[in-house]
């Protein structure tokens, strides 16, 4: 267990809509960061939070958005969910220091129908 | 760019039959290397940090080397349990902490 928290852990929808991930950091980590794994590609990078502010962008579209809150969980929204959008989404989180591993959470598999 | 190349993408061994992953990154300024362990549906478990070069770092059956190039992960009489994915990640002088990983090496270890 690496102590972050990913929910919900399944989640099916449909094409257009729009839902919600969140994830509960390790005690003490001051970073969250979403990734992106689909079966054609890697992890990928999407959005890094730093004690509620934005600090590291990847290729995240404009239909996702995330933020931090002040008890530092996060949450990941994904809108006009595309067939394209199913993939597992990761969070990870780590203390913020440079050159501090990532913990990674169990993921959210999100299949758009 | 930060580029990370793995291989090979898949691997077979026998159990107690030892081998290497590999991994090249092209990187300005490598910050740190990172290799993880992904079992199917679950979430990268990290395993090793390597910071500069000639740097080794061993845990149960597994090693990680590194050069200015490239890193291996040095797998010796691997057992059945060792079977997942192993992913491998740079961390560069750009971004916060952006990881940028590889695709990873599938590791089957057949009894």
């Known amino acids: 267990d690496s102590g972050v928290t990913q929910t919900p852990k399944h989640l099916i929808t449909a094409t257009g809509q729009r839902v919600t991930l969140r994830c509960s950091p390790r005690s003490g980590d001051l970073s969250v960061y979403w990734y992106q794994q689909s079966l054609d590609q890697g992890l990928q990078f999407l959005i890094q939070y730093y004690n509620g502010e934005e600090r590291a962008k990847g290729n995240i579209l404009e239909r996702f958005s995330a933020q931090q809150f002040p008890d530092l969980h996060s949450e990941l929204n994904l809108s006009s969910l595309e067939l394209g959008d199913s993939a597992l989404y990761f969070c990870?989180?780590?203390?913020?220091?440079?050159?501090?591993?990532?913990?990674f959470g169990q993921g959210t598999r999100l299949t758009v129908v | 760019e930060d580029q990370v190349t793995q291989s090979p993408e898949a691997l077979r061994l026998q159990e107690g039959e030892s081998s290497s992953l590999n991994c090249s990154y092209t990187?300005?300024?490598?910050?740190?290397l990172f290799w993880y362990r992904q079992d199917p549906g679950k979430g990268p478990e990290f395993l090793f940090t390597l910071y500069s070069a000639g740097e080794e770092k061993e845990k149960e059956r597994l090693k990680a080397t590194l050069t200015k190039k490239e890193s291996f992960l040095h797998i010796t009489a691997p057992k059945p349990e060792d079977s997942a994915t192993y992913l491998c990640?740079?961390?560069?002088?750009?971004?916060?902490?952006?990881?940028?990983f590889g695709t990873g090496t599938r590791l089957l270890v057949s009894p």
């Open positions: 990187v300005s300024g490598l910050r740190g």
């Open positions: 990870a989180s780590s203390p913020g220091g440079v050159n501090t591993e990532a913990f």
């Open positions: 990640a740079v961390l560069g002088p750009t971004g916060f902490q952006k990881l940028v």
